[in-house]
């Protein structure tokens, strides 16, 4: 958690962690004469900044939350627990669909590449045409290829993508 205010006109950097500090407003009030308090009170503006990152928030602010309203440290928590068990339930499914997707594509890329074959060869033995037969062979092993290096292109940038996000997230 970082935190800021303006001081004396300049914007101060905080501690990351919280101690009894006199606040600047008083520390300034404190040096204006009591027939301008009012208006220097009515001036006065503390900006304060806190940030964190994840679903669970820093103890303190949960801290705070629980005396605001009791039980609403352990909503918090139990919020996390169903947002990460949800996460990890739909990557499961992810993954296997994806597992699946393949086996399939690699069933139906043979049974593909098997009936090329079978009809290349019935038609150098039936009809004779063995320059035919050669051609749709090279052609039909040639997309073959093709499609095989596409596909390993489109997944290693998959790959490079999804580590990319997870540096960016820590």
């Known amino acids: 958690m970082s935190e800021k ?15 009894e500090q006199e606040s600047p407003d008083k520390v300034i009030l404190d040096a204006v004469p009591e027939s301008r308090k009012k208006d220097v009170k009515d001036a006065l503006t503390i900006i304060r900044e806190e940030m964190y990152s994840g679903p669970i928030p820093p103890p303190e602010s949960l801290a705070r939350y629980e005396e605001i309203l009791p039980g609403s440290a352990d909503r918090i928590l139990k919020m ?3 947002q990460q ?4 339930t739909l990557e499961t499914k992810v993954v296997g669909s994806q597992t699946v997707q393949s ?27 063995t320059t035919f037969a050669a051609s749709f062979l090279s052609v039909t092993m040639v ?28």
Request: charged share 30%; proline share 0%.
């Open 5 to 19: 205010t303006i001081q004396d006109g300049r914007l101060v950097a905080g501690n990351n962690h919280t101690e």
């Open 80 to 82: 996390a627990e169903k």
């Open 85 to 88: 068990e949800h996460r990890m």
């Open 103 to 129: 086996k399939r594509g690699q069933v139906f890329g043979f049974i593909i590449v098997f009936l090329c074959v079978a009809v290349a060869i019935f038609f150098a033995v039936k009809f004779r045409m």
């Open 143 to 170: 997309v073959v290829v093709g499609l095989f290096l596409t596909g390993r292109n489109v997944m290693k940038k998959d790959l490079e993508s999804k580590s990319r996000d997870q540096r960016k997230d820590k």
